[in-house]
């Protein structure tokens, strides 16, 4: 205790008002053969019910990962109705139905059943966040998302152009296509056209798509409530598109590297059988070097780059993914998927959110007992009132 002196005696100096920070760490504590056991059954049961079964195997899927997330040292709870989910399922069915049906007969309506779902998407995805939030749990308090009508529309609105581009797209590729009795330059003006359309649209989709993803995330993680507090995202435009820039720099380098093996090799073999299978071995070069190499790098960055900077007035996210860990994992999980000709796959999903969930912690100010505290006073109940979700449509967090 520091002493001061004053014109009275000798006082005890007033002690820091600051509140102590908790760190609370987050574990994942599922096993791979107890979710191959559920993974094995939900998938049994969506075939054999022509895939009606989805939602309810979305249900048991989700409570199985929250409830064996622990925050601190007490797990996450999952409370929802699956036939709300049902009813979210069949419209989102119902839609792609549709467009299934009319893309091919008639590509004017199946052209204007996607714009409607489109433009129906962010009141969707919306209601899917207010969903799960409220029907999830930590120490017998709901969760709950904030975001508003209008947030969600303003946060998808830079994806308006790109999405009405791939509509006209879709309804000009009849139209552009020549008649049988055309001429080669004919065909070949009207095939440099519809190239040149596509090309436009695809950049115009990639110099918005990182400004989306900000607006988005900016929305999706400035919602976020529990016990009195609501998160923001601290993470301006010029960050994503710098991540951006990265992931593109990353790819750039894997294209390289398939183009040098693809060019050795008909340096070495020419045209003949050697060069063509040295093409081919550079092409499956590349699909494999993404999905291990630039997806665990994007992954890796924008998650750290998202929960890092999501704080409240009193908490705020730890994410220190390393792109390393996450391409070894993901190296491994794909070649046993690959080996096991699939049925790796549920122990490759908890062995991923392990390695994503383990990178993070919440950190506190004060006690943590007295939101919870605070915040069963203000509930109905101590798991709060989650009803009266019409759309339970779980697209992800």
Same mark, same amino acid.
């Given at each position: 205790?520091? %002493?001061?002196?004053? +014109? ?5 100096? /007033?002690?820091?008002?600051?509140? +102590? ?34 939602? #309810?195997?979305?249900?048991?899927? %989700? ?18 109705? +699956?036939?709300?989910? !049902? ?13 299934? %049906? ?24 919306? /209601? ?16 709950? #998302? ?9 946060? !998808? ?8 581009? #791939?509509?006209?797209?879709? /309804?000009?590729? +009849? /139209? ?15 095939? &440099?056209?519809?190239? @040149? ?35 923001? &995202?601290r993470a301006g435009t010029g960050r994503f598109y @710098? ?22 090799? #008909? ?58 860990? &996450? ?29 994503? &969930? ?38 992800g967090l």
């Open positions: 205790m520091k %002493i001061i002196d004053t +014109p009275d005696g000798r006082f005890p100096a /007033a002690q820091d008002a600051r509140p +102590p920070v908790q760190t609370l760490p987050i574990r994942f504590t599922g096993s791979g053969s107890e979710y191959f056991r559920i993974w094995i059954v939900n998938l049994l049961l969506i075939l054999v019910t022509f895939t009606l079964y989805w939602p #309810f195997a979305r249900a048991r899927r %989700i409570s199985y990962f929250q409830n064996n997330t622990l925050v601190g040292d007490d797990p996450l709870g999952f409370h929802a109705n +699956p036939w709300k989910m !049902f009813r979210g399922y069949l419209v989102v069915a119902a839609f792609g139905l549709a467009y299934g %049906i009319t893309s091919e007969v008639a590509p004017l309506v199946g052209g204007a059943i996607f714009l409607v779902f489109a433009l129906l998407w962010p009141a969707l995805w919306r /209601a899917s966040l207010q969903f799960r939030l409220r029907n999830s749990s930590w120490r017998g308090v709901r969760l709950g #998302f904030e975001g508003d009508m209008k947030g969600a529309y303003l946060a !998808f609105a830079p994806l308006l152009l790109p999405v009405l581009g #791939f509509v006209l797209l879709g /309804a000009m590729g +009849p /139209a552009l296509a020549p008649d049988e009795g055309a001429s080669p330059e004919e065909r070949k003006r009207l095939g &440099l056209m519809f190239a @040149g359309l596509t090309a436009l649209v695809m950049l115009l989709f990639a110099a918005v798509m990182p400004w989306c993803m900000a607006r988005i995330k900016q929305y999706q993680h400035g919602g976020y409530r529990f016990a009195g507090e609501r998160t923001e &995202l @710098g991540l951006s820039v990265r992931t593109g720099g990353v790819l750039l380098l894997v294209l390289l590297i398939v183009g040098a093996v693809a060019a050795l090799g #008909f340096a070495l073999a020419g045209r003949s059988a050697g060069g063509i299978l040295a093409f081919t071995g550079a092409v499956a070069l590349g699909y494999l070097l993404i999905p291990v190499l630039v997806v665990p790098y994007y992954t890796a960055s924008l998650q750290n780059l998202v929960w890092a900077n999501t704080r409240s007035r009193n908490a705020r996210f730890r994410s220190e993914l390393g792109f390393g860990a &996450l391409a070894r994992v993901n190296a491994l999980n794909w070649l046993l998927i690959a080996v096991t000709l699939g049925l790796y796959w549920p122990f490759a999903q908890v062995r991923l959110t392990r390695l994503r &969930l383990e990178a993070m912690a919440l950190q506190v100010k004060g006690s943590v007992n007295d939101w919870l505290a605070s915040a069963q006073q203000r509930d109905v109940g101590p798991l709060g009132d989650a009803a009266g979700d019409f759309f339970g449509i779980d697209m």
